[in-house]
Structures are given as C-alpha cells and as structure tokens.
C-alpha cells in the first residue's frame, strides 16, 4: 500500500538558515509527489510537484525539492528561511494509476518554527 | 488568479443533524476531492468525483456521507447524521484533469459536532 512517512513531526531553525524536511514515500511505480504548506488556519497551498523529468523541481516561496528513487524520497529544501515559513509542511503522493493521479495520500506533516 | 472557496468557514450542529458543506471548485477543472483532517492528524482523503459520479471512495465515506455536483459551479458533501468523530477540517480541491495536473484546496470548512 501506499505511504508518506514524514519523520520529523517538529524542526526549529533560525531565520536565514537553511531548511530541509524529509519525505519518503512507498509507491509501487513511478509517483507522482506533491509538498504542500498550511499556514495555521489556512488551507493547504501547493508549494511544487514532481511528475517526471528533472528530479530538482522548483517551486514557489524559494523552495526547491529533489526526488531521489534510489532513497524513495522527496526531501524540501530552502537555502534561507525567513519567518513568513513558519507552518506545517504536507508531503503527499499520488495514488493513482494508468495515468490519473488519483487521490493524495498525505504524511502527518513537519511543523516548521523559525527563531529570529 | 482562480481558487477554490469552501463555505461555511465554520460550521457548529449538533449529534445527528444533517449538514452540507459546499464548494466551488476553479472553473475549468474537471475532478474534485474532499478530503478531511481531524485536529492533530493527517489529511486523509474522502472520496474523488468526475464526470458526475464518484471515482473513488475510502473507507471513511460510508453511508453517512454523499456528494453532488448540483449544477455547474458547486460541489457538496452532505453528511445525514452526525457523530461527534466527524468534527474535522474538511478540504474541498480541484484538478485539472488527469496525471499532470495538481489538486488545489480551499480553505476548509471546520465542522464541529456537538
């Protein structure tokens, strides 16, 4: 079956900092990967995707991830964090197949503070 | 640039009243999603619509809960009878089309079931 395990429930890091969260993921073919941000009391906003192609895809907000088949990760960077990142992080990938994405599985999410 | 609303922001009832919860998914987009999360956990998806019928349901859209698309712009989940588990976030998204088109969320609607 189908998982997204994120293994850092909470990360503090200081603004300017760089950042790096974790996604690895079980999917029997080819994923098709998502991050997504939630701002607290917001809804989730897509940062990037990864479908096929380059496994450095960038996204919006500075952020970049890199798809790794080998390690069955799709781990979120940002060379400088500013304070506006402060939320949680969603992973997700898609459970479809023959070509439909599917519905999202989701990861439990990594909390992101930043200190000043 | 288009997004998906959701209304009501919040929504209180009370142990097994009916409740609609609605959403209007960006306009060119062809399937649509309800997903739910519970304070604290995951997202966790709900069920898929296209083409005016349901894709694909998990093991949470029991009998209790339907949709509908009930004209062109809006998307319902109608839950018959509430339990007090069903209080949650519940996250209305829209894509495209298939494969290489992302899903977009609303805002949410938190329903609290007293």
């Not at chain 1, 939630?38 to 897509?46: E, K, W």
């Not at chain 2, 309800?34 to 296209?50: D, N, T």
């Amino acid at each position: 079956a189908q998982s997204v395990t994120q293994p850092d429930i909470h990360i503090t890091v200081s603004e300017g900092a760089s950042l790096e969260l974790r996604c690895n993921y079980s999917y029997g073919a080819t994923p098709y990967l998502f991050w997504y941000v939630q701002s607290p009391g917001q809804g989730l906003q897509l940062l990037l995707k990864y479908f096929s192609g380059d496994t450095l895809v960038q996204g919006i907000k500075g952020f970049e991830a890199e798809f790794k088949r080998s390690q069955s990760s799709f781990n979120l960077r940002k060379p400088s964090v500013h304070w506006s990142d402060a939320a949680e992080y969603f992973c997700a990938v898609g459970a479809g197949y023959g070509g439909s994405q599917g519905n999202l599985i989701f990861g439990k999410g990594t909390k992101l503070s930043v200190k000043p | 640039e288009p997004e998906v609303t959701q209304t009501p922001s919040h929504q209180v009832t009370q142990m097994g009243q009916e409740v609609i919860l609605r959403c209007v998914p960006i306009s060119n987009h062809l399937y649509f999603y309800w997903y739910r999360q519970i304070l604290g956990q995951k997202v966790e998806f709900l069920v898929s619509f296209y083409n005016n019928e349901i894709s694909e349901k998990s093991e949470i859209f029991d009998d209790q809960f339907s949709v509908e698309r009930p004209d062109g712009s809006n998307f319902t989940l109608k839950i018959r009878s509430t339990k007090l588990e069903d209080s949650a976030m519940y996250f209305c998204a829209s894509s495209e089309g298939l494969a290489a088109n992302p899903q977009y969320f609303g805002p949410g609607t938190r329903l609290t079931v007293t």
